[in-house]
């Protein structure tokens, strides 16, 4: 029989043993949180040049058949499925200087022009929260006047990126096409495509050379053609048409959002960085494909591209859909922009990988929980079918009514929930071994660990206090970078309308 002093040591060794196993997850959530504040961490465009930031090995977990859940007939994605492009055709006929084309909300949806008739017929939510957002940027528009002292650097900030992307009269860079893509792709090549030692020599140049032009991550696929947007192309304009033959191969480029900026979303981040950067990365290789003699055309998101880009860096290798409906890469998790090149250059295409991430989503909803328009699924797993395809459901049209109540002086977006993400982490040692462990761990085990390490150690603001006032207090995810805080620098006794 044992005795009260052994039991006592046991009780002792096993209780000691769990309050050391906590204070050790305590301390590594600590050095975890104190690493990721360190700014030397920051993972993509802003240290890591030359494919660096890519240190990923994403060999062990290649796969050999489709990615993507097929679960009936597949199909092309039609114009007006794009939330962009509906909304702005709506806005056009709202706005019509000839009053004869004019439309308002009394006329109804009987009097809309095809194909959006048809589309707000099928779905008549989307209209009600099309109007819901034209309401709330009237507000936001008047709202912007009382915070517009406070956030004024940081709307200059994301001002000076959109120049990029919209000049004095429209004009870009890369210049958009006039013409077919038969025509406009294949400018200014003088002379025959440049012979490659193999497709292979071919891929592994690119890759340099998109790398030196300031991508972070790169991949190659073949092009899908359910991936090619149908009923508007540009240089031509709205039309039905075939996919191009040129149109062989897709170069994916991707990389993040400024960090600090980004952890401070909605108010004080913007897409305008990212997408800036993407435009002049595309528009150089562009030039630099058409120059050793092969077709090329940049698709740049938000506004010139005709292909789906997400699905794309999925076939290309770069990550794995979330739930948050944004492509979750290993490297920069959802802080992940991405634009693309198609070409007729022969390439080596990169293959798919899976890495957990769709297991990891089906258990944590944290960017379900913190958005706040409510868009994103609840559900365990996907469920939603698009087209033929199997992901998770993401209201668009709930997301854009609170891209247009963000304190700002345009609408340009919340991006909550790529800063929430548990893979939105930088580099820094406890994500490395997160990101290696995780992928090699069977049980699941690991994932459970880093969810309840994030849920436990960190602070959400509730999703209602992503909203301005009165409705919410203006939360960031994070505290704003102090570059960006107006009154860290600017004295406030203006008088400014």
């Known amino acids: 029989m044992p005795n009260k002093n052994d039991i006592s040591r046991r009780n002792f060794l096993k209780w000691g043993g769990l309050a050391g196993g906590a204070v050790g997850l305590a301390g590594s959530a600590l050095a975890g949180f104190e690493s990721g504040r360190d700014t030397s961490s920051n993972t993509g465009w802003e240290r890591e040049k030359y494919g660096h930031g890519q240190f990923f090995n994403r060999k062990p977990f290649e796969i050999d058949t489709s990615p993507h859940e097929i679960v009936g007939a597949t199909r092309r994605i039609n114009y007006e499925e794009n939330i962009f492009n509906r909304n702005r055709d709506l806005y056009q006929l709202l706005h019509a200087k000839d009053e004869t084309k004019r439309w308002t909300f009394k006329n109804g949806v009987e009097q809309l022009p095809e194909p959006i008739k048809s589309y707000y017929t099928q779905n008549p ?236 989503c089906n258990k944590c909803k944290i960017c379900a929980d913190t958005c706040p328009s409510g868009a994103i699924s609840f559900d365990d797993k996907p469920s939603y079918v698009s087209r033929g395809y199997k992901k998770w459901y993401v209201n668009q049209d709930k997301c854009l009514t609170v891209w247009n109540t963000v304190a700002t002086s345009h609408p340009r977006g919340c991006r909550v929930c790529l800063a929430v993400c548990p893979y939105s982490r930088k580099n820094n040692w406890i994500h490395t071994l997160a990101r290696e462990m995780d992928p090699r761990d069977p049980t699941g085990a690991v994932a459970t660990a880093m969810l309840a390490m994030q849920k436990n150690f960190f602070e959400y603001p509730d999703a209602q206090e992503f909203l301005p006032q009165p409705d919410g207090s203006d939360a960031t995810y994070h505290d704003g970078p102090e570059w960006l805080k107006t009154e860290e620098w600017c004295d406030f006794n203006t008088n400014w309308e």
């Open 125 to 360: 939510a989307a209209l009600e929260e099309f109007k819901l957002a034209l309401n709330r940027a009237k507000k936001q528009r008047t709202y912007w006047k009382d915070v517009k002292k406070k956030y004024i650097l940081a709307d200059a900030w994301s001002h000076a990126h959109a120049s990029a992307l919209y000049g004095k009269h429209g004009a870009r860079f890369p210049d958009e096409p006039e013409g077919t893509p038969e025509e406009w792709d294949f400018r200014g090549i003088q002379h025959e495509p440049l012979p490659f030692k193999s497709p292979g020599h071919a891929s592994e140049l690119i890759k340099k050379i998109a790398y030196s032009f300031g991508a972070t991550l790169v991949g190659i696929t073949k092009l899908n053609p359910d991936w090619v947007y149908q009923g508007k192309l540009r240089g031509v304009g709205k039309t039905q048409f075939e996919v191009p033959k040129h149109w062989k191969y897709a170069i994916v480029f991707a990389i993040p959002h400024e960090w600090e900026a980004m952890y401070a979303n909605p108010t004080y981040g913007t897409s305008y960085d990212a997408y800036s950067k993407l435009r002049w990365i595309g528009g150089k290789l562009d030039a630099f494909i058409r120059h050793i003699g092969y077709a090329a055309r940049p698709h740049v998101p938000p506004t010139s591209y005709e292909i789906i880009i997400p699905p794309l860096a999925i076939d290309a290798g770069l990550g794995e859909l979330g739930r948050n409906g944004i492509v979750i890469t290993p490297e920069l998790g959802a802080n992940t922009r991405i634009a693309a090149i198609t070409t007729n250059m022969d390439l080596e295409p990169d293959k798919p990988i899976h890495v957990g991430i769709r297991e990891f």
